[in-house]
């Protein structure tokens, strides 16, 4: 048996290093990385992209797959929540970083299965509304530094593009703020930033185009 951690990083800022340290932070051993790097999880389905088909490959029964949240592995509902059920029926563990969440297939309980099957739809849901969230906030942040002073950046954000995901994806999990500060290492007051506005996150982002 192996645990085979699968990091998919979409953008510069991303590194699958960074995916990795989270893991083992959290208590995890693991065996492998595989990594996709600069491949959208919204239109390319884990089956479709370099490593994602490699993942498959190495996965056996009993074997645990580690991904730092549900989003990793697709932004898409329809994609995500078959991945999910596929790996379940190879035998295959599926944990998360954020919130230790676990699936698997053992269960035969039908009450057991329906809420797990549940909690999984809900999980995909949520990871393609956060995609089309970020895109629209992306978009209204580049607009609004667009429309900025050029010479006027303000504050330079005390975060990079990897530790914004990273609070996104944990504050959309249901993650407390000041449970996000101590894990990212950022002040609660930024948190609350970024919460109450990921437009101007990511506009401080682009006018420092960090």
């Avoid at 208590?27 to 389905?45: L, P, Q, R, W, Y």
């Avoid at 596929?86 to 039908?110: H, K, L, Q, S, Y």
């Avoid at 607009?143 to 900025?148: L, T, V």
């Avoid at 996000?180 to 185009?209: C, M, P, V």
Wanted: no cysteine; aromatic share 6%; hydrophobic share 40%.
């Amino acid at each position: 048996m192996q645990t085979i951690l699968y990091a998919r990083v979409s953008t510069d800022e991303q590194t699958a290093s960074h995916q990795a340290t989270q893991a083992r932070a959290a208590g995890f051993n693991i065996d492998v990385v595989v990594a996709d790097e600069g491949v959208s999880g919204v239109s390319t389905a884990l089956k479709d992209r370099p490593q994602g088909r490699r993942l498959f490959d190495l996965l056996r029964r009993g074997d645990v797959l580690v991904v730092r949240w549900i989003d990793r592995l697709g932004r898409n509902y329809g994609d995500v929540t078959e991945t999910i059920r596929e790996m379940m029926r190879r035998g295959v563990i599926v944990r998360t970083v954020i919130n230790n969440m676990t699936f698997d297939g053992a269960t035969t309980d039908p009450m057991q299965m329906a809420v797990r099957d549940a909690l999984i739809s809900f999980m995909a849901a949520t990871a393609q509304a956060q995609a089309e969230a970020t895109k629209e906030a992306q978009r209204a942040g580049i607009a609004h530094a667009k429309g900025r002073d050029d010479a006027y950046l303000g504050r330079r954000p005390t975060y990079d593009r990897s530790q914004l995901d990273d609070v996104v994806a944990r504050l959309d999990a249901g993650e407390a703020v000041q449970a996000i500060a101590k894990a990212t290492g950022l002040s609660r007051g930024t948190i609350y930033r970024i919460r109450d506005s990921r437009a101007e996150a990511e506009a401080a982002l682009a006018r420092w185009a960090a």
